[in-house]
T-cell receptor
Framework: AQTVTQSQPEMSVQEAETVTLSCTYDTSESDYYLFWYKQPPSRQMILVIRQEAYKQQNATENRFSVNFQKAAKSFSLKISDSQLGDAAMYFC???????????FGAGTRLTVKP | EPEVTQTPSHQVTQMGQEVILRCVPISNHLYFYWYRQILGQKVEFLVS????????KSEIFDDQFSVERPDGSNFTLKIRSTKLEDSAMYFC?????????????FGEGSRLTVL
């Protein structure tokens, strides 16, 4: 069974600083995809960044980047130059190549302090 | 920008009543999903739907649940006889691709409160 674990229920960061959110997962698959979703207080989850497992290069989207360690089954999200608008719940998610369902971690609530 | 819309945003019902949650996925998407999030817990997969039939479902999706795409735009989740433990936020999602890197686009959710 595939499981996704986010060990940090809450994190906080000072505005303009960097924070890293942790995620580990368990799978026996070789082809899969990993995602970070952001859920602001308005409730809708939106995609922040995705990573294909076959790619060695870590994905980057502006201030957001990941550290993907396939052997360790680790997929952390780094947010640089944190902004007040980054405050949200962040969910790590996993999806195999062929399956339709996406598995989510429990989420990390990020607070950004001005 | 196209988005997934859900109604109602909040529904309160009595235990044992039937509830229908509605979703309008993004128009050119082919894959539809329901997830739920019990307060303070993780987002859980319920069911995926493609080509007018269920493609996958979780153990949560028992006989009390059903999904339907009654017309070309709506995608509904019905809970036949609600229980207290059905109280949760229910998220609809759609995607244009099956599996792979295709992201899921989520609606804002429908909060169900069962009394």
């Amino acid at each position: 069974a595939q499981t996704v674990t986010q060990s940090q229920p809450e994190m906080s960061v000072q505005e303009a600083e960097t924070v890293t959110l942790s995620c580990t997962y368990d799978t026996s698959e070789s082809d899969y995809y990993l995602f970070w979703y952001k859920q602001p207080p308005s409730r809708q989850m939106i995609l922040v960044i995705r990573q294909e497992a076959y790619k060695q290069q870590n994905a980057t989207e502006n201030r957001f980047s990941v550290n993907f360690q396939k052997a360790a089954k680790s997929f952390s999200l780094k947010i640089s130059d944190s902004q007040l608008g980054d405050a949200a719940m962040y969910f790590c998610a996993y999806r195999t190549y062929n399956n339709n369902d996406m598995r989510f971690g429990a989420g990390t609530r990020l607070t950004v302090k001005p | 920008e196209p988005e997934v819309t859900q109604t109602p945003s909040h529904q309160v019902t009595q235990m044992g009543q039937e509830v229908i949650l509605r979703c309008v996925p993004i128009s050119n998407h082919l894959y539809f999903y329901w997830y739920r999030q019990i307060l303070g817990q993780k987002v859980e997969f319920l069911v995926s739907f493609y080509n007018n039939e269920i493609s996958e479902k979780s153990e949560i999706f028992d006989d009390q649940f059903s999904v339907e795409r009654p017309d070309g735009s709506n995608f509904t989740l019905k809970i036949r006889s609600t229980k207290l433990e059905d109280s949760a936020m229910y998220f609809c999602a759609s995607s244009g691709l099956a599996g792979g890197p295709g992201e899921l686009f989520f609606g804002e959710g429908s909060r169900l409160t069962v009394l």
